[in-house]
C-alpha cells in the first residue's frame, strides 16, 4: 500500500505543479503559500485512496510478480486481469 501512496502522491504533487504552470498570474494556484500544507493533504488523500486501494497499483504489481510459469516462459501469451481466471 505504501508504494501506491506514494505513486498518488507524485502523481497529485504532478498535477498541482501543471496547474500552476498553466495558470495566469495573479492566480491563487501560483501562490506559495500554503505549499506545505497542500502537500501534507495531497499526502493524506493519496494514503487514503491507497487504502481503499482506488487504483490497484499494488494489485497489479503483485499479479504481475506472480504470473505462472507458462506465462513466463512465453510472455507475447496474454494472461487475465483477474487470478482468480488462471488456470
Do not use: H
Not at 2 to 20: A, C, D, N, Y
Not at 68 to 74: F, L, Q
Amino acid at each position: 500500500m505504501k508504494m501506491e501512496g506514494l505513486f498518488i502522491t507524485q502523481m497529485l504533487k504532478e498535477m498541482r505543479k501543471s496547474t500552476e504552470q498553466i495558470s495566469p498570474e495573479g492566480s491563487i494556484f501560483k501562490d506559495k503559500i500554503g505549499t506545505d500544507m497542500l502537500d501534507l493533504a495531497d499526502t493524506m488523500v493519496a494514503d487514503s485512496m491507497a487504502s481503499q486501494r482506488a487504483f490497484g497499483i499494488a494489485d497489479m504489481v503483485v499479479r504481475q510478480l506472480t504470473l505462472p510459469a507458462s506465462v513466463s516462459a512465453n510472455p507475447a501469451m496474454p494472461f487475465p486481469l483477474n487470478p482468480r481466471e488462471r488456470s
